[in-house]
């Protein structure tokens, strides 16, 4: 299926793949990303992932040194912090926008989204962290605000990876109710309360905050599982 793909698709494809095994935590904050062995596990060239690396940086999840190529992010507790702070402001933004505007559709999306929330906290996961993350974006790109959504997207990006480092297991318990107290709210039309439902929720989740040690493991066998999803091959 990989080698069919246009260029544009495989590109696309890698950058999916790095991407989600960063946000479910399966590559670790700090860990090196050799392009070779990158390459040879995707089945792609160095090229296409050199490529991915730099958009990933552009979002913050990965960190590019000359001469000591790429590695996974990893912010510092006063840097998530900035982060946690500067997502807290456009998320009110966000909660403002939609309050009173959220079609039956788009509500309906939503507990869809917080449902499968609920089924991959149950089974303990780091999937619900990714989730978690989708479903603020969801809110972005329905205030059809481009340029809102770009910076939430980036900063729930740094977020998800924040969490990766220093969240402690069960850290997102209460999000999920958390969740449908916001649709509630923007279906309500009470954008105050939104608002400030969104605030407090962001704080909750900074405050349940913890560090805990990795283990890191060989980045081949981290990556085999999101190479099949994309239908990339090994070399």
């Excluded at 912090?81 to 509500?107: C, S």
């Excluded at 303990?124 to 605000?145: C, Q, V, W, Y």
């Excluded at 905050?209 to 994309?230: G, H, K, M, Q």
Aim: with cysteine.
């Amino acid at each position: 299926m990989g080698e069919r793909r246009t260029p544009v698709l495989r590109a696309e494809s890698v950058y999916r793949a790095l991407r989600r095994a960063i946000i479910e935590q399966a590559l670790k904050p700090g860990m090196k990303l050799p392009e070779d062995s990158i390459g040879e596990q995707l089945g792609v060239s160095r090229t296409l992932v050199r490529e991915a690396f730099g958009r990933l940086a552009v979002e913050g999840l990965v960190e590019l040194k000359p001469n000591k190529g790429a590695s996974v992010a990893y912010p510092t507790l006063e840097e998530a912090r900035d982060v946690f702070e500067v997502r807290r402001g456009l998320e009110r933004l966000v909660a403002e926008n939609l309050a009173g505007r959220l079609t039956p559709a788009q509500a309906a999306e939503l507990e869809a989204h917080v449902s499968q929330e609920e089924k991959a906290h149950e089974q303990d996961g780091p999937e619900s962290i990714r989730l978690s993350g989708e479903f603020h974006i969801k809110l972005a790109e329905m205030t059809g605000n481009a340029l809102l959504l770009r910076y939430v997207q980036e900063a729930s990006s740094r977020c998800s990876l924040i969490l990766a480092i220093y969240g402690r297991p069960h850290s997102t318990e209460c999000a999920v109710s958390e969740h449908r107290q916001l649709i509630e709210a923007l279906r309500a039309g009470d954008a105050a309360r939104a608002a400030d439902l969104m605030d407090h929720h962001l704080r909750a989740v900074v405050t349940r905050a913890l560090l805990t040690p990795r283990v890191e493991r060989d980045i081949r066998d981290v990556l085999a599982p999101y190479a099949l999803s994309e239908g990339l091959n090994p070399a």
